[in-house]
């Protein structure tokens, strides 16, 4: 019966298989790779949010100790204040990193405040905040790092062809990296005595 087959139809052969069985798989497996790809995305920012969440509840300690010993420091108490409430109330992705951004910022200038207080430095219970900050800040470096790789391994997936097809007719939207976007946030912290 191949016999009477002829080559044109081998061919039509051919492209219907690959249409009716390569192409459902290749649309299911890409799909499924999409599907795990932003699961690790929120996965990775859900990790990184709770590590956020123990600072943001760390900080009041934090500044409070500080206050004691630094009364006239009132306004870099504040602003750290305020970077906690805005960070832990941000309602996006981007507005989350932009405000963890400025908190990071305004813990610096606190932990440059204290330098100019020996009592306060002496302190154990200041040393003992400031150890678990330093702490939380290396794990929440460590997850934005997790997050990022994740999300850089999504964003290229939903941007390489042919992937960006299947990103495209399902809505797989382009994520945020992590990043440190203020320019003073480059710059060391000035300690002056």
């Keep these: 019966m191949l016999g009477f087959?002829?080559?044109?139809?081998i061919v039509i052969l051919v492209f219907v298989f690959l249409f009716l069985v390569v192409l459902p798989i290749w649309l299911v497996s890409t799909y499924n790779a999409f599907i795990k790809?932003?699961?690790?995305?929120d996965e990775g920012f859900s990790t990184m949010d709770?590590?956020?969440?123990?600072?943001?509840?760390?900080i009041p300690n934090?500044?409070?100790?500080v206050k004691g010993y630094?009364?006239?420091e009132k306004e870099a108490l504040e602003n750290v204040m305020k970077a906690r409430y805005s960070a832990m109330n941000a309602s996006t992705t981007e507005q989350k990193i932009d405000n963890e951004n400025i908190l990071q910022g305004a813990l610096k200038s606190l932990f440059a405040v204290a330098e100019n207080y020996p009592d306060l430095k002496a302190n154990q219970n200041f040393l003992d905040l400031q150890n678990t900050l330093k702490e939380l800040e290396m794990e929440i470096a460590n997850s934005r790092k997790y997050y990022n790789g994740v999300v850089k391994m999504y964003n290229?997936?939903?941007e390489s062809f042919p992937s960006n097809l299947i990103a495209g007719m399902f809505s797989f939207h382009k994520k945020p990296l992590f990043?440190?976007?203020?320019?003073?946030?480059?710059?060391?912290?000035?300690v002056s005595f």
């Design 5 to 9: 087959i002829s080559v044109g139809g």
């Design 37 to 41: 790809l932003r699961n690790n995305v």
């Design 50 to 58: 709770v590590y956020m969440k123990k600072r943001y509840d760390l």
């Design 62 to 65: 934090f500044v409070e100790t």
């Design 70 to 72: 630094a009364k006239h």
């Design 156 to 158: 290229t997936k939903r």
């Design 179 to 190: 990043e440190v976007d203020a320019p003073e946030e480059r710059k060391n912290v000035k």
